[in-house]
């Protein structure tokens, strides 16, 4: 294997092109990526690395015109594409490259499957391989330029064990009957798709203590964050490097109308009222001069009937999962999460076949412990 901070960085056509070449014929390679998110407000990938058994690279894809030879890579059914926890890595894949894997190994679902006490890659790597990763650079600015060598070492350090790791993880699913299971699993992350938000609740209501606000105050809180949401776009800043939420949530309970009010609520700052505090006087003026008839109205979501048959069978299933958990050594939700179980609770399904026809149910789960999930419910 190449010396770590040493010839690891491709940044040039030339040099992806030949590395993929180099690659051709390998069975197995690991991917993982790095984004900017807690400093840029654009989702990008910034970093790639790529490992195989004996090389690792570090690829800067602002350097590269054509990424085409890695997307080739991870479509190509003749090579196993090991990542740890892939699902975010390949909606970012997707959304930027439109680029797909077809044959996955996820390491993290692995390790979820085999019921390990912790599943982040540096506790599984000291566990099993004995080896520690710095995560000094956990929260490091990915998009900076030029990349630091220790960066560069970090980043590599993330794929270089990985195709060891599958290995062990792989083998103690064989041994315990759960390969299957998992291949399942990989199958439904394949699928995974890059997707915008899906337009429900408004982003200002999901933030903590936004529900407390009166009418007023939300509607000053409205425009703060659509102000912070704009701002976040055109400069490419994480909107929370613009404005945290507390100090949101507490200029809508001031409804500073002056520079000095504003500069003395805590969290605003002298420096954001300098380069930015008449955009926010204006932000709250604009909420302030709206009638009664604007303001924001929460709607309160319609309770469902009480249906305590429908509670009963629930508790049943919830008590069997548990059961099963410890029979089968897994954490309940991964065994079977709560909204597959309330979704069986209201199909009342009666044969295994009906059973397979939940939304969200695995084949594993129904042919692992289906008939006791079934024999949960009270008799039609």
Request: charged share 30%.
């Amino acid at each position: 294997m190449n010396d770590p901070g040493t010839g690891l960085l491709i940044e040039s056509q030339a040099a992806l092109e030949r590395f993929f070449g180099e690659l051709a014929g390998e069975p197995l390679l690991a991917v993982d990526t790095e984004a900017a998110s807690f400093h840029r407000y654009h989702d990008r990938i910034y970093l790639l690395q790529v490992s195989s058994r004996s090389e690792t690279r570090v690829i800067d894809p602002l350097a590269v015109s054509d990424l085409a030879p890695l997307g080739r890579a991870l479509a190509d059914p003749e090579v196993e594409i090991v990542f740890h926890d892939a699902d975010y890595d390949l909606r970012l894949l997707d959304q930027q490259y439109g680029f797909r894997t077809t044959r996955l190994f996820d390491t993290r679902v692995a390790a979820q499957l085999l019921n390990e006490p912790a599943v982040g890659l540096a506790a599984l790597l000291e566990k099993y391989l004995g080896v520690r990763l710095d995560k000094r650079l956990q929260r490091a600015d990915w998009s900076a330029r030029p990349l630091t060598e220790a960066m560069i070492r970090y980043a590599a350090a993330d794929t270089r064990y990985l195709p060891a790791l599958r290995d062990l993880l792989r083998d103690r699913l064989v041994a315990r009957g759960r390969l299957e299971w998992a291949e399942e699993e990989f199958g439904l992350l394949e699928q995974v798709r890059w997707a915008p938000d899906d337009g429900g609740e408004p982003g200002y209501l999901r933030i903590k203590g936004a529900r407390l606000l009166s009418g007023r105050e939300l509607a000053v809180l409205r425009e703060l964050y659509q102000w912070r949401e704009e701002t976040a776009a055109r400069t490419d800043r994480a909107a929370f490097r613009i404005l945290g939420n507390e100090p949101m949530l507490e200029i809508a309970r001031a409804q500073p109308t002056e520079l000095a009010a504003l500069r003395a609520i805590r969290g605003v700052g002298t420096e954001l009222v300098e380069r930015r505090g008449r955009e926010l006087l204006a932000a709250v003026r604009g909420a302030l001069e709206l009638p009664e008839t604007a303001l924001p109205r929460l709607e309160r979501p319609a309770r469902r009937p009480a249906d305590p048959e429908y509670e009963a069978r629930l508790d049943r299933l919830k008590a069997a999962r548990n059961r099963l958990a410890q029979e089968f050594d897994l954490a309940p939700g991964v065994l079977c999460p709560n909204s597959t179980l309330e979704a069986i609770a209201r199909a009342v399904p009666t044969t295994v076949d009906e059973l397979r026809r939940i939304p969200g149910i695995r084949r594993w789960q129904v042919e692992a412990f289906g008939p006791a999930l079934l024999a949960a419910l009270p008799p039609g």
